[in-house]
Structures are given as C-alpha cells and as structure tokens.
T-cell receptor, first 109, second 115 residues
Framework: GQSLEQPSEVTAVEGAIVQINCTYQ??????LSWYQQHDGGAPTFLSY????GLEETGRFSSFLSRSDSYGYLLLQELQMKDSASYFC??????????FGSGTRLLVRP | GAVVSQHPSRVICKSGTSVKIECRSL??????MFWYRQFPKQSLMLMAT?????????EQGVEKDKFLINHASLTLSTLTVTSAHPEDSSFYIC???????????FGQGTRLTVV
C-alpha cells in the first residue's frame, strides 16, 4: 500500500518562510511531486523531485531524501495569495499520482 | 502548459439519476486520463486510470458499474455517475497526459451535488 503524511495546517506571516514536510511509504516510487490547490479550484503543479536533493523554482523549493522517505516544500517570501492547500504526491504526473492528505497554509498579514 | 477542459464545472442532480462529466484535452492527444474524487477538506483520491481505446483500470474500492468511464478518443474521456446518491456528492477532477514521461494536466474540476 501507499501512504503519505503531511501536517494538516500551517500558519505563517506574510514575507516569512515556511516548510511543509511530507513522509511517505510506497510500494513503488517514481518521485515526489507538489501541488497547490486553492479552495474550489483544481490542483496546479509546483515542483517535482525524482532524485535526492533540492529543486528550486522561484520562491518555491522542494527537497527529497529517498533514503529517509521524506521530502519538503519550502515557500519563501510568503504572499497572501499563497494561502491554499498543498499536497505532496508520489509518482510523477506521467504515472498515476497518489496524493497526501494535504496541508492547509494560512498566510496572515 | 497544455489545456485540459472539464465540463460541467457544477451540476446538481436528483437522487437516482445519472450524470456525465466530460474531460477534453484541447491542444494535445491524451493517451491516458485519470479521474479523481475529492471530498471537502480531504485529499484527492484516484478513482481510475483510462487509456484510449481500452477499458479503465479502477482503484480498489471504486465501483466500476457505478462510475462508468469511457475514453473513446484521444481528446475525450467521460465519467458517468450512475444512479447518483447524496453520498456521491463530491468534487471530481480529471487529469490527462499525452504519453509516457510527459507531464499531466488537470481539468478545472466538477462540483457534483446530488439532492
């Protein structure tokens, strides 16, 4: 089976840095993806890690350690519009994706 | 990125009726489409994977006779919720990709309410 665990909620202030962790247990592994979803909307792709290490895309970075079955999403210079749910997902989007439980991020002024 | 269009965005239907949701890839040919369901404040749960021209592969616990998936062309997949009941009320989202090792893109989602 497969399971992914994330914190349910995180609160941070505008301009700060926040890290959202994800631990996973899977029978097969095709990389860790991160998605953002605003209320009522569809998920949008943020980042993908197929190998260990850090991937940086603008204000967002994602890290993976396959030996620890662990990854995180780092959001810098937080903006109000970053308030959303963030999901880690096992599998590249070219394979089927299994999503984590999601972390609701609330950015306060 | 590529565009995946899902229709309708919202639908309300009576209990016992069937509802069809369409997922179209507008600017690429989608060999594989994925259907997800999401209940409020919960994660996306994969329901099934469909490949063009073949039968869909359903995840464990998903009733194939209740959630009919058709992927008859490279640009269109449909999900039909048959004999809908209030517990089927949910957010249904499709995702489509053009081939192996290609990115997949999500539709806008369909909010189904069964009354």
């Amino acid at each position: 089976g497969q399971s992914l665990e994330q914190p349910s909620e995180v609160t941070a202030v505008e301009g700060a840095i926040v890290q959202i962790n994800c631990t996973y247990q899977t029978s097969g592994f095709y990389g860790l993806s991160w998605y953002q979803q605003h209320d009522g909307g569809a998920p949008t792709f943020l980042s993908y890690n197929g190998l260990d290490g850090l991937e940086e895309t603008g204000r967002f970075s994602s890290f993976l350690s396959r030996s620890d079955s662990y990854g995180y999403l780092l959001l810098q210079e937080l903006q109000m519009k970053d308030s959303a749910s963030y999901f880690c997902a096992v599998g590249r989007s070219s394979y089927k994706l299994i999503f984590g439980s999601g972390t609701r991020l609330l950015v306060r002024p | 990125g590529a565009v995946v269009s899902q229709h309708p965005s919202r639908v309300i239907c009576k209990s016992g009726t069937s509802v069809k949701i369409e997922c179209r890839s507008l600017d690429f040919q989608a060999t594989t489409m994925f259907w997800y369901r999401q209940f409020p404040k919960q994660s996306l749960m994969l329901m099934a994977t469909s490949n063009e021209g073949s039968k869909a592969t359903y995840e464990q616990g998903v009733e194939k006779d209740k959630f009919l998936i058709n992927h008859a062309s490279l640009t269109l997949s449909t999900l039909t919720v048959t004999s809908a009941h209030p517990e089927d009320s949910s957010f249904y989202i499709c995702s489509a990709r053009g081939g192996e090792n290609t990115e997949a893109f999500f539709g806008q989602g369909t909010r189904l309410t069964v009354v």
